[in-house]
C-alpha cells in the first residue's frame, strides 16, 4: 500500500551542477524536420518568475510510444534564465487511457523547486487538437474550463508556450498520481 | 470517468505516502509557491507507467566516489554511503539512475549562489551519479557535508544532508529527497525536515551508521535504503 515509501524533499537551490551538467533539454536536434519548441516561464502566487525550478518532460513519440527506439522521450530545463525553459522536441502522438479509449497527444511534467517539498505534476496539450482534447478523458472530467485551459499550450508561431503558475491567480492545473 | 476525481493539496493522499504537504508555511519558500487549487486524481496510463530509461544514461565508473574528482583528495570524513532501493512491495529497482549532490565538509556548495563564508574545496564539487545493480543496491564514497546557515527564520542551520535524485521504473516513481545523518541535534528547528508530518516517514530520511560496511582505518560507513512508488499506482484507501 505504498507504506515505507521514502519521502519527497525539496531539490533546493544548489542542483545546476549534479544535474544539468549535460543540456537535456533538445531531445531532438533543432533541425529534425518535426521539431517543435515548447518554451514557458514558471511564476509564483506574485507573478514573479522562479528562477531556481528544474523542469521535466516524458512524452510518447510521433507513434505515441514511449522509450522507443532511438526516442528517449525524456528531457530536462533549468529556469535560470529569468524562470523560462524551453524544450525541442518532436510533437508525441496520441496514447492509450485508462479504459482503452485515446488520450489526446500530451507531455507530462514534472516541476521540481526550492520552496516545492514535492514535484508538481502537469500535462502540456496542443492547441491544434481541438477534437482529441474535446475527448481527452483527463481533460473532460475538468469541469472549470478556465482551469482547463492552464493545460493548454498556446501557439505562438516559432514555438509553443506553456507557462506555468505554481499558485494564485490562474494556477496551473496539477495532477495527483 | 469513474475513477477521476479531486484532492485538496494539503490532503490525505500526501500523508498516506509519508510525502510533505506542498504547504508548510514555516519553510517560508512555500508560501508562495505552493499549489492550492484541489489537485486532479490521475487514473493510470501508460503515460506515467513508463518512464524515462536513464538506466542507459552513460555513468563512469568513478562517478560514484566523489573523493577522487579532482587532483588531491577532498579535506573532511570520508564516508561510504549505500543502501538498496525497492519499490513499495519490496522489489529491487535495478538498473535505475541515482544522482546525488552535497555541501563540503564545511558546508559549502560549489554553487555560484552559494554565499554562505566558509571555504570551498577545490578538490570537492559534489556531486555524483551511479546506477543500482541487480539487487537495486548503491553505493558512494564522499565526505560528510557540514551544515549550513540560511535564512529562512533566525539562526536556521540545516542539518547535514545529501541530495538524491532517483528514476525508479517509471515516470509516476520519481523522487528527489534527502538524506541526513543520525543524531543531528539540528533537525527539531529544521523546517524542511519536519514537514513531513509523520514521524515513522521522517524517519526514512535519516540514515544509520553501519559499522559493518565501514573499511577499518579507512572511512565510516552510513546506510540508506529508499523505497519508491512502484510501476502501478497504489490502491486508494478510501476508495
Same mark, same amino acid.
Given at each position: 500500500?505504498?507504506?515505507?515509501?521514502?519521502?519527497?524533499?525539496?531539490?533546493? $537551490?544548489?542542483?545546476?551542477d549534479?544535474?544539468l551538467?549535460? /543540456?537535456?533539454?533538445?531531445?531532438v %536536434?533543432? /533541425?529534425? %524536420?518535426?521539431?517543435i519548441?515548447i518554451?514557458?516561464t514558471?511564476y509564483?502566487?506574485?507573478g /514573479?518568475?522562479? $528562477?531556481?525550478? =528544474?523542469?521535466?518532460?516524458w512524452?510518447?513519440? @510521433?507513434?505515441g @510510444?514511449?522509450d522507443?527506439e532511438?526516442f528517449?522521450?525524456?528531457?530536462r530545463?533549468?529556469t535560470v534564465?529569468?524562470?523560462?525553459?524551453?524544450?525541442?522536441t518532436?510533437?508525441?502522438? %496520441?496514447?492509450?487511457?485508462?479504459d482503452?479509449? =485515446?488520450?489526446?497527444?500530451?507531455? =507530462?511534467v514534472?516541476?521540481?523547486? @526550492?520552496?516545492l517539498?514535492?514535484r508538481?505534476?502537469t500535462?502540456?496539450y496542443?492547441?491544434d487538437e481541438?477534437?482529441?482534447?474535446a475527448s481527452?478523458?483527463?481533460?473532460s472530467? =475538468?469541469?472549470?474550463?478556465?482551469? @482547463?485551459e492552464?493545460?493548454i499550450?498556446?501557439d505562438?508561431g516559432?514555438?509553443?508556450?506553456? /507557462?506555468?503558475?505554481?499558485q494564485g491567480?490562474?494556477?496551473t492545473?496539477?495532477?495527483?498520481l | 470517468?469513474k475513477?477521476?476525481?479531486?484532492q485538496s493539496?494539503?490532503g490525505?493522499?500526501g500523508?498516506?505516502?509519508?510525502?510533505p504537504?506542498y504547504?508548510?508555511p514555516?519553510?517560508v519558500?512555500?508560501?508562495?509557491r505552493?499549489p492550492?487549487?484541489?489537485?486532479?486524481?490521475?487514473?493510470?496510463?501508460l503515460s506515467?507507467?513508463?518512464?524515462?530509461?536513464?538506466?542507459?544514461?552513460?555513468v563512469?565508473e568513478l *562517478?560514484?566516489?566523489?573523493?577522487?574528482?579532482h587532483?588531491g583528495?577532498?579535506?573532511?570524513?570520508?564516508? #561510504?554511503v549505500?543502501?538498496?532501493v +525497492?519499490?513499495?512491495?519490496?522489489?529491487?529497482v535495478r538498473?535505475?539512475? #541515482?544522482?546525488? !549532490?552535497q555541501a563540503n565538509?564545511?558546508g559549502?556548495?560549489?554553487?555560484?549562489?552559494?554565499?554562505?563564508?566558509?571555504?570551498l574545496d577545490?578538490?570537492?564539487s559534489?556531486?555524483?551519479r551511479?546506477l543500482?545493480?541487480?539487487?537495486?543496491r548503491?553505493?558512494?564514497v564522499?565526505?560528510?557535508?557540514?551544515?549550513?546557515p !540560511?535564512?529562512n527564520?533566525?539562526n536556521? !542551520?540545516?542539518p547535514?544532508? #545529501?541530495?538524491?535524485?532517483l528514476?525508479?521504473?517509471?515516470?509516476?516513481?520519481?523522487?528527489?529527497?534527502?538524506?541526513?545523518?543520525p543524531?543531528?541535534?539540528?533537525? !527539531?528547528q529544521?523546517?524542511?525536515?519536519?514537514?513531513?508530518?509523520?514521524e515513522?516517514?521522517?524517519?526514512?530520511?535519516?540514515?544509520?551508521? *553501519?559499522?559493518?560496511t +565501514?573499511?577499518?582505518?579507512w572511512?565510516l560507513a552510513?546506510?540508506f535504503?529508499?523505497?519508491l512508488?512502484?510501476?502501478?499506482a +497504489?490502491?486508494?484507501?478510501?476508495?
Amino acid at each position: 500500500m505504498g507504506s515505507g515509501r521514502t519521502p519527497s524533499q525539496t531539490i533546493g $537551490p544548489f542542483f545546476h551542477d549534479a544535474l544539468l551538467d549535460k /543540456d537535456r533539454s533538445e531531445l531532438v %536536434p533543432p /533541425d529534425h %524536420p518535426e521539431a517543435i519548441r515548447i518554451v514557458g516561464t514558471v511564476y509564483d502566487s506574485a507573478g /514573479d518568475p522562479v $528562477p531556481d525550478a =528544474m523542469v521535466e518532460i516524458w512524452h510518447a513519440d @510521433r507513434a505515441g @510510444r514511449y522509450d522507443h527506439e532511438n526516442f528517449s522521450g525524456f528531457g530536462r530545463s533549468d529556469t535560470v534564465d529569468g524562470g523560462s525553459f524551453s524544450f525541442v522536441t518532436v510533437k508525441p502522438g %496520441p496514447v492509450a487511457g485508462p479504459d482503452g479509449e =485515446m488520450q489526446a497527444p500530451h507531455v =507530462m511534467v514534472s516541476v521540481f523547486a @526550492r520552496g516545492l517539498l514535492k514535484r508538481v505534476v502537469t500535462r502540456i496539450y496542443f492547441p491544434d487538437e481541438g477534437e482529441a482534447n474535446a475527448s481527452d478523458p483527463v481533460l473532460s472530467f =475538468m469541469e472549470d474550463a478556465a482551469f @482547463r485551459e492552464t493545460l493548454i499550450a498556446r501557439d505562438e508561431g516559432d514555438a509553443l508556450r506553456f /507557462d506555468i503558475r505554481l499558485q494564485g491567480e490562474n494556477q496551473t492545473a496539477f495532477f495527483e498520481l | 470517468m469513474k475513477e477521476m476525481r479531486e484532492q485538496s493539496p494539503g490532503g490525505v493522499v500526501g500523508s498516506r505516502r509519508g510525502d510533505p504537504p506542498y504547504l508548510a508555511p514555516d519553510y517560508v519558500a512555500t508560501r508562495l509557491r505552493a499549489p492550492k487549487e484541489p489537485l486532479i486524481i490521475l487514473p493510470s496510463t501508460l503515460s506515467d507507467t513508463t518512464g524515462p530509461a536513464y538506466g542507459r544514461a552513460p555513468v563512469g565508473e568513478l *562517478d560514484n566516489d566523489l573523493t577522487r574528482q579532482h587532483e588531491g583528495e577532498p579535506l573532511g570524513e570520508r564516508i #561510504i554511503v549505500h543502501g538498496r532501493v +525497492t519499490d513499495g512491495d519490496g522489489r529491487p529497482v535495478r538498473g535505475s539512475l #541515482i544522482e546525488v !549532490w552535497q555541501a563540503n565538509a564545511a558546508g559549502r556548495y560549489t554553487h555560484h549562489l552559494d554565499r554562505h563564508p566558509a571555504p570551498l574545496d577545490s578538490n570537492f564539487s559534489g556531486a555524483g551519479r551511479c546506477l543500482t545493480d541487480d539487487e537495486g543496491r548503491y553505493r558512494f564514497v564522499t565526505v560528510k557535508p557540514g551544515a549550513y546557515p !540560511w535564512k529562512n527564520h533566525h539562526n536556521a !542551520w540545516r542539518p547535514a544532508h #545529501i541530495h538524491f535524485s532517483l528514476f525508479g521504473e517509471a515516470f509516476r516513481s520519481r523522487l528527489i529527497t534527502q538524506m541526513y545523518f543520525p543524531g543531528d541535534p539540528l533537525f !527539531w528547528q529544521d523546517p524542511i525536515f519536519n514537514s513531513v508530518r509523520d514521524e515513522k516517514a521522517r524517519q526514512r530520511l535519516i540514515s544509520s551508521f *553501519d559499522l559493518e560496511t +565501514t573499511v577499518p582505518e579507512w572511512a565510516l560507513a552510513y546506510r540508506f535504503d529508499i523505497v519508491l512508488e512502484g510501476r502501478r499506482a +497504489t490502491p486508494m484507501e478510501d476508495h
